[in-house]
């Protein structure tokens, strides 16, 4: 894995926000999260080992995940 691989986690949070506003329901939006992180691993990042590309899926998707929530804590936290 590349350090420009990293960039899909980003572009996974940018997915999951447009699921968001099309009406997905928020308890839906971490597993989609995972499955988007899955699909790049597999397919962009390591398309000739499917171990590593399901390994790597899920951490970007878990990382996604979390820069959402922990991001959308912080905003609501300065809001109030």
Not at 36 to 57: H, R, T, W
Request: hydrophobic share 50%.
């Amino acid at each position: 894995m590349e350090i420009y691989d990293v960039v899909l986690i980003p572009l996974i949070i940018g997915m999951v926000e447009l699921l968001k506003m099309y009406g997905m329901k928020k308890r839906l939006l971490p597993p989609m999260a995972l499955v988007f992180g899955i699909v790049g691993g597999i397919f962009y990042v390591y398309p000739e080992d499917l171990k590593a590309g399901i390994l790597v899926g899920l951490m970007m998707g878990l990382s996604a995940s979390g820069l959402y929530s922990g991001g959308k804590a912080v905003v609501e936290k300065n809001g109030s």
